[in-house]
């Protein structure tokens, strides 16, 4: 049975144990800069891009021969071993690594990477990188052309900005390694706003290294005494419970919370599920005040507020896979018909009644768009240490699932 060898790079030069197993293979597939190593190789190069014609050619090829692929450090390390590995399974495939771009990245940084979050941002859509970044005390990442690290940087800044984070983004730190192993190799340190402002080899790591605020050790169970907000205005704690298990949260994913007051809902939503991104719309200025606290008291900065009414603000943002309407200023039908347009197979939209209008509503407009709906009305009560009472108004919680199609 004839194998695919998949060996590793980190030098620009090809180590004497590589070029005789090289002779095992007819077939050779590298980037071209990595084929300029192999002069006088006896075999049949071809272009690792597109790797999807590559990938053909290998099929082609492997019945008859031996085939061999160059790439740059760990192939299995977000690199082509993955997507080799599930083309032509373990039994075909061989892998000989060699340091990965992340280790030899942290060695010129100075830094241990045992303790750090990888991301690979190659070809990839991240809807709200600096959420991604901001949660973790020191990030490393692939970048490519679209997410270069003056970009990446550029972003980090503004959202700090615009949750008015002044002190954190004077203090985040960057550091870009490029050409690594070249003639070319140079290592960068400096602040967001000056990491902004450089260009950058198309072939490099960054890292970001950031302090979190100190945040407490639960997940779920914030009080209305916990969060930021105006006028005993903010929903209550029972009733944000029931809200979060209506809405099933995926781990990732974009989450609408529209008419979102002080953000419990979403700060509750972030810190459960890290990876959703979540956009809190409001168009109440000290409202989104509160909101900008309470991001910035928990750390949730993959919430993004939004100043703005629905539904003309949500033109702008991602579809939804969750979408919680907890305000709508009369505007009910609009906000539903704009959501559930976009929702995908399995999303959901809550919605929190209190008025008999919104009440009696919800149900049959979420119908309208094809959606399951099912509603729960929740009331709470409350006894202080002395046994006194208090009972606040019964909301009710109107889902609607667009279920998933039938094959």
Not at 89 to 95: A, E, N, S, V
Not at 169 to 180: F, G, T
Not at 320 to 349: M, N, Q
Request: aromatic residues 6%; hydrophobic residues 40%.
């Amino acid at each position: 049975m004839h194998k695919i060898f998949v060996f590793g790079l980190s030098e620009s030069v090809l180590p004497s144990q590589i070029l005789q197993q090289l002779t095992l293979c007819r077939h050779i597939f590298a980037t071209p800069r990595m084929q300029t190593l192999l002069n006088g190789h006896s075999g049949h190069l071809h272009n690792i891009s597109p790797l999807q014609k590559a990938v053909d050619t290998m099929h082609t090829l492997l019945p008859s021969s031996n085939i061999a692929v160059l790439a740059s450090g760990d192939p299995l390390f977000f690199g082509i071993g993955k997507r080799l590995l599930n083309e032509f399974g373990q039994q075909r495939l061989f892998f000989s690594p060699a340091l990965s771009s992340i280790q030899r990245a942290a060695a010129l940084f100075r830094v241990p990477w045992d303790d750090a979050t990888i991301l690979s941002l190659h070809g990839r859509n991240c809807s709200h990188i600096p959420g991604r970044i901001l949660q973790q005390d020191k990030s490393f990442l692939f970048t490519d052309k679209t997410h270069s690290p003056d970009r990446i940087s550029r972003q980090i800044k503004d959202y700090l900005q615009h949750i008015e984070e002044h002190d954190r983004l004077a203090a985040i730190r960057v550091s870009v390694a490029e050409n690594i192993g070249t003639e070319d190799e140079r290592i960068y340190k400096g602040s967001l706003t000056e990491t902004a402002e450089q260009r950058f080899s198309p072939l490099n790591v960054m890292l970001v290294e950031n302090i979190r605020p100190s945040n407490i050790a639960y997940r779920l169970g914030l009080s209305e005494e916990d969060i930021q907000h105006s006028r005993g205005l903010i929903t209550k704690n029972e009733i944000r419970a029931a809200t979060l298990h209506h809405l099933r949260l995926p781990e990732t994913g974009v989450f609408w919370d529209i008419g979102a007051g002080s953000g419990s809902i979403s700060i509750e939503s972030a810190r459960l599920n890290p990876n959703l991104t979540l956009y809190a719309i409001e168009h109440r200025p000290e409202e989104i005040l509160n909101i900008k606290e309470n991001v910035r008291r928990y750390g949730c900065y993959n919430i993004i507020p939004v100043h703005g009414l629905a539904p003309e603000s949500l033109a702008p943002l991602p579809a939804p896979d969750r979408v919680f309407v907890g305000g709508s200023k009369g505007r009910l039908a609009e906000i539903i018909a704009a959501a559930a347009s976009l929702l995908p197979e399995d999303g959901r939209i809550v919605v929190n009644g209190l008025t008999p209008e919104t009440i009696n509503k919800a149900p049959g407009l979420l119908r309208q768009h094809g959606l399951a709906v099912t509603t729960a009305t929740i009331g709470v009560s409350r006894c202080d240490e002395f046994g006194e009472e208090t009972q606040y108004n019964p909301i009710t919680i109107t889902t609607g699932h667009k279920e998933c199609a039938r094959t």
